[in-house]
């Protein structure tokens, strides 16, 4: 018997709403599209009898049965490789890279093949892939384990770079990256995976890709962000609403393609903005909103843009790790020497 | 080798006609065994065989002409070596180009920032408020033109009009003014002069007053001299060329009367008109502008007594002749009344002694107070 | 004292039918290998293929086709394993197997184009699901692996069959993918084309294993070697093998033996590092006079055939050159189309620019 929709052996689920928090979200939309739809299958290092380390994966082999959860043996660029074969025939793969530190050997498939299967087979062949994983610091782990790199990811023509923000962005937008036809890198920001608690309501509605969430309106200046930083630009801008000045946040969200419609439109009316990630400053994606919005909103701004970032440097182990991420205190701070300028 | 190409026979010949094979297709020569002779402008080479081997293929004929570097025979077997492409994908193109850099000076050349300082936001509002931002007197930090300064200087020019720029003679005189009190270090002596024994009503005493320059000069070259205050060196000339400056509607104009050392009088006289009438046509050459070594100005044709008129570099003096007035003179103990030129000499103290300069001065006196021009 | 025993041995079988002459030396021979019908298309192919390399690196010489890899020597591993396949099954290759490739209706023009630096080159118009060349070494092995797991996961009878080089048997990838198939036990082919040469390093800097197709022994998978230029065997273990694989039997690597014939791409020397002799040698085991004596020995085949087949042969190739010549370019703003299944948005403004800069409007 099949069910309408997408021809889903399983009878629809009763939708529920919970509180729940970043990780389950994601847990909770996995299981929902692969429910869904029989051609999404997940794949990684522990997601199966684990449910991956995170938990991102918890229960879905029990319910979906082990050919369709798999526990792949410990190869990273098979495993972003098998899911390259799988989605050219037709199968949604989610594959799971334990960690952002661990995920430079896929570097090679997504560059040399993901990311231009379609291209260069003229849309014979596709690779409707994601590739998930943890990233960003602040869990004081053990070195390799704090990366982010998402800039290296976003330069790539033919990707897409998705990082949510909260438990709804994650559900929505995991469950958007697992339906788009074009591989997808999610970047998941684990310092965030527990720390905050949302309504999530498991209707399977997907958010949009491409677009950038104004999570808060403000007039005198525009920040700017993405993954567990929101959490700080957001407290930032608490602080600075107790100093009389209003701040509007942007979450970018899909840093590649990256729209910067919404961005513009803010800074427009402001005249100043302050862009903050966890990454390292040089070559940072701020680097690429920064250069778009002297193109674009030059005449408008201001002061210059400004950008809180880690330092040039490798991220440094947990005693010091504290000093390198950014802080609400940088951003505030850098907010009132924007304001300062004129 | 494989094929066997006409090998550059020297003395720059660039080909050879075929004159008589030593071998034929399917023979085995030996290496330097005689293969083949040719004939070039010079003479009859005979060309050896590169290598051993079977014969395979003669690619001229007797009589045929080859270039040098072009197949002349090939061997049976052997492989013929390829340039190497020095890749293995593509096209590596090498080129001729040679690159020539020279070292490049990136050492601060003028760290002033040139110009205003501004966002582009200030820049947009200051052009749509229609305000040169050269007028705008900065009040943000680090001299940052700001939005309020902006429409400050704007609201101003609602209220009062545009100021009025200079052009012309007025911005030069400014330049000039500016740089002159920048640099020079003015000392000023003034005197009268007794004219009464020449003096008419109506006379124009422009001559007699370039005749005492002269006179002066004569007396203390130290005053028709360039100095140069970077240097701290000077040039005391022997060609007096006067400045003469001369009040028009449009400005200040000093046109140059030239060598007045070594002209007669009516040759000063028709220069001088000629001058004054160029000046007021406004026809006097930007050359005839340039060059006086010391000034006459004639402030007294309007009115004022004494000045302490502005030396402009690289000249060390200028004369200043005020309004002659009739003024009771004791002479013989007795009251008269003769007229009396007032005269003011102000000179570069740099340049000039206090002593030269009124030596100078006593000259000039000398000069006007004689009954005929000397 | 310890107890000593052995905890695993293998063997490496090697499988050939016919000496370089090509006259049979083994038996029994598989009942097709005296079937003309079954053996002329092969020898048809093998010799299509031939003449079409020839064509293709005369063009890359003269300029109208990009750097091009011949596959002098090697045309009866691609075409004695194609042959085995079925239209369903889906094919990874190298950059070597226009045997294989030609054999399952990819055509000359789509390798001209693809060659020629045009994307339309991949899209093939047969068969729809076989994948593009794959330049970057060994990384299309996982591809396979995932190709297999979505066919064993779907219950299809259709197997992945994966070329790769000696080369590729020294890369991580291949490691992985091996091993991977072995847990999965998927039905999947991997064919190592051992042609003695990745580019100058010679297979014996390659590894110090003794056969290539003992890798396959690490992995848990079933290994043999066969000789590459003897079309009857290639064809022979392919055809076990992929029954097996699409039996459930579970995945194989079969490794070919032969000789790169040719420079490794036609900007590439080989006499820069190989020994012109040892070229000259490898030319006895030639595998087209092979099948060809062999087809004589039968009678089935004759000097007329022969002629014909080669202006036959010729007229397709020059029809396929000129169907490549023929082929317009695209217009710049091709560049945007499939980068993603929609361009966004945000895109537009640059495929406006890349237009314009072809003169076009758009």
Redesign the interface.
């Given at each position: 018997m099949s069910w309408p929709g997408n021809g889903s052996s399983q009878p629809p689920r009763v939708v529920r709403m919970s509180e729940i928090t970043l990780v389950e979200a994601i847990n909770m939309a996995l299981a929902y599209e692969m429910q869904a739809d029989d051609n999404v299958?997940v794949l990684g290092e522990d997601v199966g009898i684990n449910g991956g380390v995170f938990r991102a994966t918890a229960g879905l082999l029990q319910r979906f049965g082990e050919?369709?959860v798999i526990d792949?043996?410990l190869?990273e660029?098979?495993i972003?490789?098998?899911?390259?074969?799988?989605?050219?025939?037709?199968?949604r793969?989610v594959a799971e890279i334990q960690f952002m530190g661990f995920i430079y050997?896929t570097l090679?498939?997504l560059v040399?093949?993901a990311s231009r299967l379609?291209?260069?087979?003229?849309?014979?062949?596709?690779c409707p892939m994601v590739l998930r994983a943890p990233f960003g610091g602040g869990i004081r782990a053990p070195e390799h384990h704090s990366e982010s790199t998402e800039a290296m990811f976003a330069h790539i023509?033919?990707l897409?770079v998705v990082i949510p923000s909260s438990p709804t962005r994650a559900y929505g937008l995991i469950l958007a990256a697992i339906r788009?036809?074009?591989p997808v890198v999610f970047l998941e920001p684990k310092r965030i995976y527990r720390l905050i608690k949302q309504e999530v309501t498991d209707n399977g509605e997907a958010l949009p890709l491409?677009v950038c969430f104004v999570l808060r309106p403000g007039t005198d200046i525009t920040l700017v962000s993405w993954g567990a930083m929101i959490h700080e630009t957001v407290k930032a801008a608490d602080t600075l609403d107790e100093q009389g000045v209003s701040a509007e946040v942007i979450d970018v969200a899909t840093l590649k393609?990256?729209?910067?419609?919404t961005i513009l439109e803010s800074v427009q009316r402001t005249?100043r903005c302050v862009i903050v990630h966890e990454a390292a400053l040089s070559g940072g994606w701020g680097a690429e909103i920064a250069a778009q919005l002297s193109e674009h909103a030059?005449?408008?701004?201001?002061?210059p843009v400004q950008r809180v970032t880690g330092y040039d440097t490798v991220m440094p182990f947990l005693k010091l790790e504290g000093y390198y991420m950014p802080s609400v205190e940088r951003i505030v701070n850098t907010v009132h020497t924007a304001l300062k300028?004129? | 080798m494989k094929t066997f190409l006409l090998p550059d026979l020297g003395e720059g010949l660039t080909e050879a006609e075929i004159v008589e094979w030593h071998v034929k297709v399917g023979d085995e020569i030996k290496t330097d065994a005689p293969l083949v002779s040719v004939e070039t402008d010079k003479a009859i080479v005979e060309v050896p065989s590169p290598r051993s081997g079977r014969i395979a293929k003669l690619h001229a004929q007797v009589g045929d002409v080859v270039e040098t570097g072009r197949p002349l025979m090939q061997f049976a077997d052997g492989v013929d070596e390829r340039a190497d492409t020095g890749t293995v994908v593509g096209e590596v193109k090498a080129g001729e180009e040679k690159v020539e850099e020279k070292a490049v000076s990136t050492a601060k050349a003028g760290s002033a920032t040139a110009g205003v300082k501004a966002?582009?936001?200030?820049r947009?509002l200051a052009r749509r408020m229609n305000v040169d931002l050269s007028f705008v007197k900065p009040s943000?930090p680090d001299g940052?033109v700001?939005?309020a300064d902006v429409e400050r200087v704007a609201k101003r020019f609602a209220e009062l009009g545009p100021p009025e720029p200079l052009r012309g003679a007025r911005r030069a005189m400014a330049h000039h003014m500016t740089q002159a009190h920048s640099e020079v270090v003015p000392a000023t002596v003034v005197a009268d002069a007794d004219i009464h024994q020449w003096m008419e009503d109506g006379a124009d005493i422009t001559v007699r007053l370039v005749h005492a320059i002269v006179a002066g000069c004569t007396q203390e070259p130290a005053l028709n001299t360039w100095f140069d205050g970077h240097a701290l060196a000077r040039r005391v000339l022997q060609k007096i060329d006067v400045g003469i400056a001369v009040d028009t509607k449009d400005g200040l104009f000093v046109p140059v009367l030239r060598d007045v050392a070594n002209r007669s009088n009516n040759d000063l006289r028709e220069g001088l008109d000629r001058l004054r009438a160029d000046v007021k046509a406004r026809r006097v050459p930007p050359e005839e502008l340039r060059g006086s070594t010391i000034t006459l100005s004639n402030f007294g044709m309007i009115a004022g007594r004494y000045a302490a008129p502005v030396v402009v570099p690289p000249a060390v003096a200028i004369l200043g002749a005020g309004q002659i007035r009739d003024e009771v003179v004791a002479v013989d103990g007795a009251p008269t009344v003769h007229r009396i030129l007032p005269l003011s000499l102000t000179f570069d103290h740099r340049a000039v002694t206090g002593g030269e300069a009124a030596r100078f001065l006593a000259a000039v006196i000398n000069s006007l107070e004689s009954a005929v021009a000397e | 004292m310890s107890q000593q025993k052995s905890s695993a041995t293998f063997q490496i079988q090697h499988t050939q039918f016919l000496n370089p002459s090509g006259e049979a030396i083994a038996g029994p021979l598989p009942s097709w290998a005296k079937d003309g019908e079954v053996l002329i298309p092969l020898y048809r192919n093998m010799v299509q293929t031939r003449t079409f390399d020839a064509k293709a690196i005369n063009l890359q010489r003269t300029g109208k086709l990009g750097t091009y890899a011949s596959p002098l020597g090697q045309e009866a591993i691609g075409v004695g394993v194609a042959s085995a396949m079925i239209d369903e099954d889906?094919m990874l290759p190298t950059y070597r197997e226009y045997s294989a490739q030609l054999w399952r209706g990819v055509t000359m023009t789509e390798l001209l184009l693809y060659w020629g630096g045009d994307?339309?080159g991949?899209?093939?118009a047969v068969p729809?699901?076989d994948?593009?060349m794959c330049v970057?070494i060994a990384?299309?092995?996982?591809?396979?692996?995932?190709?297999?797991?979505?066919?064993k996961?779907r219950k299809q009878k259709r197997i992945?069959v994966c070329f790769l080089g000696d080369g590729a048997t020294s890369k991580?990838?291949f490691y992985?993918?091996i091993?991977?198939a072995g847990?999965w036990q998927l039905p999947i082919l991997f064919v190592v084309a051992n042609n003695q040469w990745a580019i100058s390093v010679p297979r014996s800097r390659q590894t110090a294993a003794q056969t290539l197709a003992q890798k396959g022994i690490a992995a848990g998978i079933k290994c043999e070697q066969v000789d590459g230029n003897d079309i009857i065997a290639v064809r022979h273990v392919a055809q076990q093998a992929i029954n097996d694989a699409r039996g459930g039997g579970g995945p194989h690597l079969i490794e070919a033996l032969t000789y790169r014939l040719s420079d490794h791409t036609t900007a590439d020397d080989a006499s820069r590092y190989r020994d012109k002799q040892e070229v000259e040698a490898q030319w006895q085991y030639d595998p087209v006079p092979r099948l060809r004596n062999y087809l004589i020995g039968l009678e089935a085949w004759s000097d007329e055939q022969e002629q014909s087949l080669l202006a036959e042969c010729s007229a397709s190739v020059d029809a396929a050159v000129r169907e490549y010549s023929d082929t317009a370019a695209v217009a710049p703003q091709a560049m945007f189309?499939?980068?993603?299944?929609e361009l966004?948005?945000?895109?537009a403004w640059q495929r406006q620019l890349a237009a314009a800069s072809g003169g076009a409007d758009e």
């Open positions: 299958i050919e369709r792949t043996p190869a660029a098979l972003s490789g098998m899911a390259i074969g799988m989605a050219a025939q037709g199968l793969p050997p090679d498939q040399s093949h379609r291209n260069r087979t003229r849309g014979r062949l596709t023509p033919g897409r788009n036809s074009d491409d393609p990256l729209e910067m419609g005249g030059l005449l408008h701004l201001l002061a300028f004129s | 966002t582009p936001a200030v947009a943000g940052l700001t939005a | 889906v994307e339309r991949s899209d093939f729809r699901q994948f593009p970057p990384t299309h092995t996982s591809h396979a692996v995932g190709v297999a797991y979505a066919m996961l992945a991580g990838d992985e993918s091993n991977a847990v189309d499939h980068l993603y299944e966004p948005d945000v895109m």
